[in-house]
């Protein structure tokens, strides 16, 4: 059994910042993605950031520049900095990986971006 768990987001003023957290565990054997990803009330789920093992961090357009992703493979954790957050921002952030061979996603943090 492998989880995904995430911890971080809640409401954040325009221009604020904040930091969203994943922790993977369980049977794990190897981690090859892991990365960040939302979905905004009536929109598809987009990716924000991945970052492979022992790879370097891809971000979408619409966060490059005011986000940063680091992942920390003994822990097998990765965290998602995000800062100049705007209103388009508000969705529901999930962690993804790819965990022996298969794609787990958490159950996703609210982050709200409203003043």
């Known amino acids: 059994q492998v989880q995904l768990v995430e911890s971080g987001g809640g409401l954040v003023q325009p221009g604020g910042s904040l930091r969203l957290s994943c922790a993977a565990s369980?049977?794990?054997?190897?981690?090859?993605?892991m990365g960040w990803y939302r979905q905004a009330p009536g929109k598809q789920r987009e990716w924000v950031a991945v970052i492979l093992s022992g790879g370097s961090p891809d971000y979408a357009g619409s966060v490059k520049g005011r986000s940063t992703i680091s992942r920390d493979n003994a822990k097998n954790t990765v965290n998602l900095q995000m800062a100049s957050l705007k209103p388009e921002d508000t969705a529901v952030y999930y962690c993804?990986?790819?965990?022996?061979?298969?794609?787990?996603w958490g159950q996703g943090t609210q982050v709200t971006v409203s003043s």
């Open positions: 993804g990986a790819v965990i022996n061979g298969i794609r787990y």
């Open positions: 369980g049977m794990i054997k190897s981690i090859n993605e």
